[in-house]
């Protein structure tokens, strides 16, 4: 299968998860401290591997600018987990994590998971988070690709 192109034709790979120790569908446990690049950032990119944006395929470790944009964003977000009360084992684990820039991260806040069944099991709990990347990525995509078009006006030129 060929790998989706987002807007900007970059190649976006399918799940992050799949590389995750056991393909992500094992709890892998949480982060500590409260610093990313030096912290939970650094932890989780040491434990998963991953060190590009999951939603945009920024590598944000070639160059110290984007390797300060890093931030780790919860797929299924902490308010929707705290809606659903699910517990916070599976909320805050790193299989609930992508890296991200912080510009994705932006365009990915205020999302309200809708027309999904409250997760009741560890593996429905991963099936919902696949589908909610899946569709937060999309969303991503479409304005990131929105924020592109304005870029290339020039505003500041005229
Ligand atoms: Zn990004």
């Known amino acids: 299968m060929t790998a989706p192109l987002d ?4 190649n976006v790979d399918s799940l992050p998860f799949l590389n995750y120790p ?6 892998l446990g949480q982060s500590k401290g409260y ?3 030096h912290g939970y950032g650094l932890e989780f990119m040491k434990l998963t591997g991953q060190i590009a944006c999951a939603y945009c395929g920024q590598n944000l470790v070639a160059r110290f600018g984007d390797w300060l944009t ?9 308010a929707v987990c705290r ?10 684990d790193f299989t609930n994590r992508v890296l991200c820039c912080s510009a ?10 809708r027309g999904y069944i409250t997760p009741t099991s560890l593996e429905e709990f991963y099936r ?7 569709e937060r990525r999309a969303a991503i995509l479409r304005r990131r690709s929105e924020e592109r078009a304005f870029f290339e006006k020039r505003l500041w030129e005229t």
């Open 35 to 37: 610093n990313c690049r």
């Open 7 to 10: 807007p900007d034709g970059e």
């Open 70 to 78: 890093m931030a780790l964003d919860h797929v299924i977000p902490d």
């Open 83 to 92: 809606k659903w009360g699910l517990p916070p084992e599976w909320s805050q």
């Open 128 to 134: 919902v988070r696949d589908a909610i990347f899946v």
């Open 22 to 27: 056991r393909a992500g569908r094992n709890l």
């Open 104 to 113: 994705c991260n932006t365009f990915g806040n205020r999302y309200a998971a």
